[in-house]
């Protein structure tokens, strides 16, 4: 198994940026494909973001598109997600997950998350 640590979330201002942070750790980084979720009070966890093995190829749902980036430093077992012009309804605790090569991107298949970061954007 690999275990996952984010940090780098907190209170900001609307417009504000923050970079998020997942470290990992027990396996190779660069077998894992990293995805990014987020979970709003009262709202079920959605998709943000993920990023491949070697970090070429990123993906976001739309309403993060232009605001958003995904990279990863697998020499550090850590991938980046830089959150730009910070929306109030960008709150949510943000969750990095792993999943291995082979499978598909539906959430079950994401077997390892980390404990989640809180991000709270104020109006």
């Known amino acids: 198994q690999v275990q996952l640590v984010e940090s780098g979330g907190g209170l900001v201002q609307a417009g504000d940026s923050l970079r998020l942070s997942c470290v990992g750790s027990g396996r190779t980084f660069s077998d894992y494909f990293i995805g990014w979720f987020r979970q709003a009070p009262g709202k079920e966890r959605e998709f943000v973001s993920g990023i491949s093995y070697y970090g070429g190829t990123t993906y976001y749902t739309n309403s993060v598109k232009g605001r958003f980036t995904s990279s990863r430093d697998n020499a550090k077992n850590t991938v980046y997600l830089q959150v730009n012009s910070l929306k109030p309804e960008d709150t949510a605790v943000y969750y990095c997950?792993?999943?291995?090569?082979?499978?598909?991107?539906?959430?079950?298949?994401?077997?390892?998350w980390g404990q989640g970061t809180q991000v709270t954007v104020s109006s």
């Open positions: 997950a792993a999943r291995s090569r082979g499978t598909s991107e539906l959430i079950q298949n994401y077997n390892y």
